[in-house]
């Protein structure tokens, strides 16, 4: 089956470093979503993607959607401590038949 | 408007016990997801309705669970006889549409299974 793969697992970083997580599907997707999960919270909806090559932009962080539409990516710049959470990809198949499949996320500890 | 709304937020109970967990989803959407989590896990698909038709379930469902959306409203996700593995966090969630589309988590109900 599908499955979609996050590295890294963790990423500690200093406060004002840039972070970045990178996402893998093994199937191509018909788009990609970004979520973000707090400690202790819920998986809140970032932002999705939809075609080949795209870029979006929110504040700080850049969200692309690789060209073959099989990975993606999320830069974070000049993190802050309320960027803290674990960021997850997920998509569903190029098909669209499938339910979204969530990669494991990428936990980030921003250290003031 | 709304979010997804689920209850109870947090469920302690003995081995073999049964439990049922209710989600509220967001009122014009018409896809309902059960999802489950663990720690240092993403969420894991169980199940979809779309509206009162439960239309997949995944292997991880085994028959201790299942779930119901009779009116296409609200649902219910009962675990029967739990089992230690059985603690986690499940996620209802909604969307209005197919796959493609976004869809909203509430808040989760934890279950530690002692």
């Known amino acids: 089956g599908q499955q979609v793969m996050q590295i890294p697992q963790y990423q500690h970083v200093q406060e004002g470093e840039d972070f970045t997580t990178y996402c893998n599907s093994s199937t191509t997707l018909s788009n990609i979503q970004w979520y973000k999960q707090r400690p202790g919270g819920h998986p809140v909806f970032l932002i999705q993607?939809?075609?080949?090559?795209e870029v979006k932009k929110q504040k700080r962080l850049t969200f692309q959607f690789g060209e073959a539409k099989k990975n993606s990516s999320l830069h974070i710049t000049a993190t802050q401590t309320t960027d803290v959470g674990t960021y997850f990809c997920a998509g569903p198949s190029s098909s669209g038949n499938t339910p979204l499949v969530f990669g494991k996320g990428t936990r980030l500890s921003v250290i003031a | 408007d709304t979010g997804v709304s689920q209850n109870p937020r947090h469920k302690i109970t003995k081995r073999g016990q049964n439990v049922t967990f209710r989600c509220d989803p967001i009122?014009?959407?018409?896809?309902l997801y059960w999802y489950r989590q663990t720690l240092g896990q993403g969420p894991e698909f169980l199940t979809y309705f779309q509206n009162e038709a439960q239309l997949e379930k995944s292997r991880l469902l085994s028959d201790r669970f299942s779930a119901e959306r009779p009116k296409g409203s609200f649902s219910t996700l009962e675990i029967q006889r739990t089992e230690q593995g059985d603690s986690a966090m499940y996620l209802c969630?909604?969307?209005?549409?197919?796959?493609?589309?976004?869809?909203?988590f509430g808040e989760g109900s934890w279950l530690t299974v002692v």
């Open positions: 009122s014009e959407h018409n896809r």
């Open positions: 969630a909604s969307s209005n549409g197919g796959f493609g589309n976004t869809i909203y």
């Open positions: 993607l939809v075609k080949s090559g």
